[in-house]
């Protein structure tokens, strides 16, 4: 599932030794391997072969790196966007706006007419008002919108309670109880052309049966539709969970903890997803998009990060690194887990309990509260493993740190696909009043 393993002692992203990388490129920095993406961009394709009909729309809020766009757009993936800004990425990277989809609950007047013009496949809507907004931007630009409705089919699933959507508590999509009604109004509108119906139930989801709930909780709805109004396509959206824990596989394990030790990570492998939502979807009749994030670029990107100091108090033991929550803030926000793997394996086989921290005056800047890792001094480099999703796209500079930068690895061969900012890069559109 992915291309980081030790070889001879030293952790590798394919063929490229990244303890020689983060030499050269400094650290903090992000690492992400071709293959692993393109890997489980195939993967995923093919265990969803036998529905014949069929877009996977990556879905780009997840790693929005030009060049991971790029690479993808040449699989031949779809995207899926959530702002203007997104599409012109996409566009940028050599995507095709006609293989894009259209999602989020706060479209703006001038996002959707870019997108109109722009001639996405669907906007995804997501409320009654945004329904008619798309209608009014559409007429005035004498064009006709192609929409899809997103339905929350009220099913629960197992994650954590900031990245669940699929629950009638969320703000996302229109209830199965009002989608028939919002479906008759979309009709009526002159300007939009009804193409399909999306739903998405969450993120980081580790088992498939809510997915095939959702699908079988909708068929009787999307039937409907699709003998009234002829719809085109079903999108199951994302939300393929990725391990986390014992991310590293030689031996399917982090070297240091033994063998078998896999924690809650237990992935869902594509087929294993593709195994239970296939005959539901089938039974459809559609095309059939997929929107996975995670899935796709999660365990194909690492953070590189420098010890810096260590500290002790009388209860705990920290070790301080050069990454702060500005640039990976999910252990933060989600209570994110991240294995913690040096870039050179140390001679001894010696635990430590600490808490890994960065340098930002938040206490919810760490990477991991009282883990055992190997012992770690000043010096060291580590990798913060299956960094690839919700990573760089959610950095920020608080505290006036500039944004890192991205390496691309492929073979043996790194590229900085992005350079790392520099402080002059921080005033960038700053001024004084005069
Ligand atoms: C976030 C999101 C996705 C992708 O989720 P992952 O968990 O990264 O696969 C797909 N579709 C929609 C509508 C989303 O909001």
């Given at each position: 599932m992915h291309s980081f393993r030790y070889v001879d002692g030293s952790l590798k992203c394919e063929g490229v030794d990244l303890e020689k990388l983060a030499s050269e490129v400094g650290t903090p920095a992000y690492v992400y391997s071709a293959e692993t993406i393109r890997g489980n961009y195939r993967r995923l394709d093919e265990a969803l072969a036998p529905l014949g009909d069929r877009m996977i729309?990556?879905?780009?809020?997840?790693?929005?790196n030009l060049?991971?766009?790029?690479?993808?757009a040449k699989e031949g993936a779809g995207f899926d966007i959530v702002s203007g800004g997104e599409l012109f990425k996409v566009l940028k990277a050599g995507g095709r706006a006609d293989r894009c989809t259209?999602?989020?609950?706060?479209?703006?007047?001038?996002?959707?007419?870019?997108?109109?013009?722009?001639?996405?496949?669907?906007?995804?809507?997501?409320?009654?008002?945004?329904?008619?907004?798309?209608?009014?931007?559409?007429?005035?630009?004498?064009?006709?919108?192609?929409?899809?409705?997103?339905?929350?089919?009220?099913?629960?699933?197992?994650?954590?309670?900031?990245?669940?959507?699929?629950?009638?508590?969320?703000k996302f999509g229109i209830g199965l109880d009002r989608a028939a009604a919002v479906y008759e109004r979309a009709a009526s509108l002159p300007n939009l052309k009804i193409r399909g119906l999306q739903t998405h139930i969450g993120s980081q989801i580790l088992k498939a049966p809510p997915f095939a709930e959702a699908v079988r909780?909708?068929?009787?709805?999307?039937?409907?539709?699709?003998?009234?109004?002829?719809?085109?396509?079903?999108?199951?959206?994302?939300?393929?969970?990725?391990v986390y824990r014992g991310a590293l596989s030689s031996g399917d394990a982090a070297w240091w903890?033994?063998?078998?030790?896999?924690?809650?990570?237990?992935?869902?492998?594509?087929?294993?997803?593709?195994?239970?939502?296939?005959?539901?979807?089938k039974a459809l009749g559609l095309r059939i998009l997929f929107e996975p994030g995670r899935f796709i670029v999660g365990n194909a990107g690492v953070l590189l990060t420098s010890v810096l100091y260590r500290k002790s108090t009388p209860?705990?033991?920290?070790?301080?690194?050069?990454?702060?929550?500005?640039?990976?803030?999910?252990?933060?926000?989600?209570?994110?887990?991240?294995?913690?793997?040096?870039?050179?394996?140390?001679?001894?086989?010696?635990?430590?309990?600490?808490?890994?921290v960065?340098?930002?005056?938040?206490?919810?800047?760490?990477?991991?509260?009282?883990?055992?890792?190997?012992?770690?001094?000043?010096?060291?480099?580590?990798?913060?493993?299956?960094?690839?999703?919700?990573g760089f796209v959610m950095a920020s500079t608080y505290n006036a740190r500039p944004l890192l930068p991205e390496v691309l690895v492929e073979g043996d061969k790194a590229t900085i696909v992005r350079a790392r900012q520099t402080w002059d890069d921080l005033l960038l559109g700053e001024r004084l009043p005069t």
């Open positions: 729309c990556y879905a780009m809020k997840a790693n929005g060049s991971v766009l790029n690479l993808l259209f999602a989020g609950v706060g479209k703006t007047a001038a996002e959707i007419e870019y997108a109109l013009r722009q001639g996405i496949y669907s906007f995804n809507v997501e409320s009654e008002e945004e329904l008619e907004m798309i209608n009014a931007v559409a007429a005035k630009a004498g064009l006709v919108a192609p929409i899809a409705i997103r339905v929350n089919p009220d099913v629960d699933a197992p994650t954590h309670k900031y990245i669940s959507t699929g629950k009638s508590k969320n909780k909708l068929t009787p709805l999307v039937l409907e539709l699709k003998a009234k109004y002829g719809l085109e396509f079903f999108s199951v959206g994302g939300g393929v969970g990725i903890k033994g063998s078998g030790e896999n924690g809650e990570g237990d992935r869902l492998a594509p087929e294993t997803y593709a195994a239970e939502v296939i005959e539901p979807l209860t705990k033991n920290f070790v301080i690194v050069d990454a702060g929550m500005n640039d990976l803030i999910r252990p933060a926000l989600y209570e994110g887990y991240h294995e913690i793997e040096p870039l050179k394996q140390p001679s001894s086989t010696d635990l430590e309990r600490v808490d890994v960065g340098p930002v005056c938040e206490s919810g800047d760490f990477f991991a509260q009282d883990r055992e890792v190997p012992v770690l001094v000043p010096g060291d480099r580590i990798a913060l493993m299956s960094a690839g999703a919700y």
